[in-house]
């Protein structure tokens, strides 16, 4: 839903799945066998200008920092489906 006029149309665009981090937590609790802990949890500013709330994954909690480039990647589930989570940028947004 549009934050500003509500509308629920929608459009598709292929996005670059580039961007930084805007704000992250590191969750320890409540646990969940889906899951290896501790989570890090991040909304992400993509460079188009969209804001994803996501998993940053392979970065240790002592680096994490407001600002650190990220990029997307596909990790698989159940159903076949996937779900996107970012890894830190191998190159600087």
């Known amino acids: 839903m549009c934050p ?3 509308s629920l149309a929608v459009e598709l665009a ?3 799945g580039r961007g930084v981090v805007y704000s992250y937590a590191v969750v320890h609790h409540p ?3 889906a899951f290896e802990y501790p989570v890090v949890v991040v909304l992400v ?3 188009e200008g ?3 709330l996501s998993n940053l994954t392979d970065v240790a909690t002592r680096d994490l920092r407001i600002g650190m ?3 997307v990647h596909f990790v698989p589930t159940a ?3 996937a ?3 970012f890894h830190q940028a191998t190159t600087p947004a």
Request: charged share 25%.
């Open 79 to 81: 159903g076949g489906m």
């Open 45 to 47: 500013d993509l460079d």
């Open 69 to 71: 480039p990220v990029e």
């Open 31 to 33: 646990q969940h066998p």
């Open 50 to 52: 969209v804001r994803l």
């Open 14 to 16: 292929e996005l670059s």
């Open 4 to 6: 500003y006029c509500r």
């Open 83 to 85: 779900v996107p989570q």
